[in-house]
């Protein structure tokens, strides 16, 4: 079972910068799709981004895009999530999920990372 591990979450002031990223443990299936979803504080998870494996389809929430940017690295076998101009709002465990097709429904993802914090500072 490919196993997903993030990292690069941490402590930031708003209007900074952050990137995560999510390691696969063995190469990705073609028809594989990586997600990255957050939850707040109190609130339930949300889709943030989705890419396609073998394609360069990219999804993003409203309340990230342009500010978001999510891209694969099939070298590495990773997914990364820049995150540019942060707001407190953005403070939440961000979790990388696996699936077959890019949704933004949790429902349709069926391998989650254990999740990165990240907090902005106002």
């Not at 993003?60 to 891209?71: C, E, L, M, Q, T």
């Amino acid at each position: 079972q490919v196993q997903l591990v993030e990292s690069g979450g941490g402590l930031v002031q708003a209007g900074g910068s952050l990137k995560l990223s999510c390691a696969a443990s063995e190469r990705p299936y073609s028809s594989h799709v990586f997600a990255w979803f957050r939850q707040p504080p109190g609130k339930e998870r949300e889709f943030v981004a989705a890419i396609r494996w073998s394609r360069d389809s990219k999804f993003y929430s409203d309340s990230v895009k342009g500010r978001f940017a999510i891209s694969k690295d099939k070298a590495k076998n990773t997914v990364s999530l820049e995150m540019n101009s942060l707001a407190p709002e953005d403070t939440a465990v961000y979790s990388c999920a696996g699936g077959t097709r890019p949704s933004y429904s949790t429902t349709n993802y069926f391998r989650w990372g254990q999740g990165t914090q990240v907090t902005v500072s106002s």
